[in-house]
């Protein structure tokens, strides 16, 4: 039996592979059992080939010895689903159970399991048979187990590519040690390292051609943009592109726009004409103050034109003084609107308001003493160096507020004059604005004339209009003459139109009657000097303001004419100048002092002409105009209507000026915009509450006049009446407040020197600096023989 039972086992071997080798592995034979092939396994782990070799049959030794599974040939390719049963009759007889109950085949058959998602494979109802491929007839064919699968990843939604990505890392890992047993091993690792580096190509190209589109995408966007700012550029006017080229550009490269140097000489035909282009220009700056300021101090028509006169005269010489021994820019000197208010101040004193006779020259000569204490002031503080010190507390965020406080003093005084004659007024102004932004572009001859010559244009256009509107009969009342006061004070009925035939009448001037045809200015015309502390005080103060303004006139000149920044012994050389203007002004009886025009940066900007020589022959024809009176009762004739109004667009542009300096700075910085915006308003607020305190004898004054009588009525009282004058009259000054605030806040708050936009000027020490810039600011070699000892003058 026992012999027998082995002879069995044997020959079942040989008969059948599958129940063979079950049933010698169930009797204890030699070879290995192969595990059946069910779903339920819970050896089977997905990721180790080992697992997948005893699912699929594969056996190492069996291969290697020559035998391999039939399995093999049949899971080779896709099975097609079962055909359906044949009928009962002629199916065939069941095949007999084995006798071995261990056998895989007496098993229930269970449904074959998806090895990708561990479920039952799709449309197979049973687990099939599988026949073990001991003799080694099937071949294995090359890339197995990838065309398997590949059907079924179309209709499981890619679920096999899926798997293969995820589970790529520990084939890689496992691959190799397969290598040597399976010979497919090797090639699906390779597959594997050609999809990932083709899938890392892949990726890299994409990136690159995303990098591509973005940098083509943002070159073409800066290159719209460029397009778009050139046209904005292209468009803009000629002022403004010039001006923008010298802010960019090299301080020292010559500027297109500019006609004519410093230094040039462009003939004695264009120079003549350059210069008296130059003072018509700003010819409201030197006429117009006299209109205000002498019949404030009870002067008569013929005083009006006599200080006419002498202004010119003073011009004319302290101009040309400037070119020769102050800075040598081309800037005109004058009487400027920092020295109005003080002097309106000091003329509506409590102790002039009553007089009758001679009121014009007691208030001039407490003027000229005034002006000559703040002269010498200025004097010493130019001369000594001083100002040069000084200089590094004033920044454009200090100049800024102070110029423009100049021009905002007299918003009361402004349109409320031009408003009592509106015929006049409004069309001045209108034709004003017209030629300054609407016609500036139109050039005749290469002349920006309208642009120019705004203010003289319109007011000749006006004034001739304004005769017309007189000889016409449009100012003429029922039983009132137009000889002003005398026949009309009398009258009741002509009061009321009093003020309307004084100031739109062009006929009511006796300037032009009472004035000699030649007259020469000579010094204390109106008699000795008076010599008060209080108001001396005053004055000093102002010469200082003066200084201030007079300061960014130079930085701004120098660079509209394409010089270096002069340096800080030219400045305080210029600033003694100035001093010395004022001393001038004071002993021939002006009634204020000569600065610097803050109007010469708007000519320069416009006329583009900075000929020194130009200058210079320009004063000397003002110079011989001032010694013929009528020229003086001339212009001594304008309406105070029309006067106002020009006046109404100088104090705007003096603003704009001032406010201009800010470009120097960080404009948008919060600290410089709280500083500008703080103390221009507190420059309005603190004077308006000195100059509340009205005095008691108001219907003396006209109401124009109120806020220039607070120094004799103001809230300050001290034991002292002079330093109640002083401090009263100081304060109730809008300039004066506005030096004071924004001289305190921008040296006291922190900021940068970038921020605070710091007066940078030139350095003659510096390896940097060219001597040959420094030239045009160097004093005639005749002249500066004798004052090589002063280096604090720039000499």
Known sequence: MPSSRRTTGRGGAGAGGGGAGAGDAGGGGDGDRVPPFMGNNRDHNPRELRSWARRT???????????????????????????????????????????????????????????????????????????????????????????????????????????????????????????????????????????????????????????????????????????????????????????????????????????CGVTENPGWAPLIFYGIQHYLSIAGSLVFVPLILVPTMGGSDEDTATVISTMLLVSGLTTILHTFLGSRLPLIQGSSFVYLAPALVIANSEEFRNLSDNKFKHIMRELQGAILVGSVFQIILGYTGLMSLFLRLINPVVVAPTIAAVGLAFFSYGFPQAGSCVEISLPLILLVLLCTLYMRKISLFGNHIFLVYAVPLSVAIVWA?????????????????????????????????????????????????????????????????????????????????????????????????????????????????????????????????????????????????????????????????????????????????????????????????????????????????IIVGFTLFISLSIPAYFQQYEPSSNLILPSYLLPYAAASSGPVRTASSGLNYAVNALLSINVVVALLVALILDNTVPGSRQERGVYIWTDPKSLEVDPATLEPYRLPEKISCWFRWAKCVGT
């Not at 798997?163 to 010979?183: H, I, K, L, W, Y």
């Not at 892949?202 to 800066?222: I, S, T, V, W, Y």
């Not at 960014?552 to 100035?578: F, K, M």
């Open 465 to 673: 209009y304004a005769f017309f509107l007189t000889a016409g009969g449009a100012y003429n009342f029922k039983g009132c003459s137009s000889n002003i006061p005398s026949s009309n004070i009398l009258l009741d009925s002509c009061r009321r139109h009093l003020e309307t035939m004084r100031r739109c009448r062009t006929d009511v001037s006796t300037a032009w009657k009472t004035a000699a045809w030649v007259r020469v200015p000579y010094p204390f015309q109106w008699g000795p000097p008076t010599f008060h502390f209080k108001t001396g005080i005053i004055m000093i103060i102002v010469s200082l303001v003066a200084s201030v303004d007079s300061l960014s006139s130079y930085h701004a000149a120098s660079l509209l004419v394409n010089l270096s920044p002069p340096t800080r012994g030219v400045v305080s050389r210029g600033i003694g100048l100035e001093g010395i203007s004022t001393f001038i002004a004071g002993v021939w009886g002006t009634g204020t002092g000569s600065t610097t025009l803050t109007e010469n940066i708007h000519t320069l900007e416009t006329t583009k002409m900075g000929s020194r020589r130009a200058l210079q022959l320009g004063a000397a024809v003002l110079v011989i105009f001032s010694f013929f009176g009528k020229i003086g009762a001339l212009l001594a004739s304008i309406p105070l209507a029309l006067a106002a109004s020009v006046l109404c667009f100088t104090w705007a542009l003096i603003i704009a000026l001032g406010l201009s300096t800010l470009r120097y700075t960080q404009a948008a910085s919060s600290r410089n915009m």
């Open 57 to 259: 049959g594969f056996h190492p030794s069996a291969f290697f010895s020559g035998e391999s599974n039939s399995s093999f040939a049949s899971s080779a390719a896709p099975q097609p689903p079962p055909p359906p049963p044949p009928p009962a009759a002629s199916r065939r007889p069941p095949r007999p159970r084995d006798p071995d109950p261990d056998t895989e085949d007496d098993r229930d058959p269970a449904p074959p399991l998806d090895l990708e998602r561990g479920g039952p494979a799709p449309g197979r109802g049973g687990r099939p048979r599988r026949r073990i491929d001991l003799r080694g007839e099937l071949e294995i064919p090359p890339g197995f187990g990838r065309e398997e699968a590949a059907p079924g990843d179309a209709g499981r939604g890619g679920a096999r590519g899926d798997a293969r990505r995820r589970n790529g890392g520990v084939e890689r890992d496992q691959a190799p040690a397969n290598a040597g047993r399976n010979g497919n091993a090797a090639v699906a690792v390779a597959d594997v390292d050609a999809r990932k580096k083709a899938e890392e190509a892949e990726a890299k190209r994409k990136a690159e051609e995303a990098e591509a589109r973005r940098k083509k995408d943002e070159e073409e966007r800066d290159a719209e943009l460029a397009a778009y700012y050139q046209e904005q550029w292209a468009n803009e006017d000629e002022g403004a592109a010039d001006a923008a080229a010298a802010e960019t550009a090299p301080l020292y490269e010559a500027s297109g726009g500019l006609r």
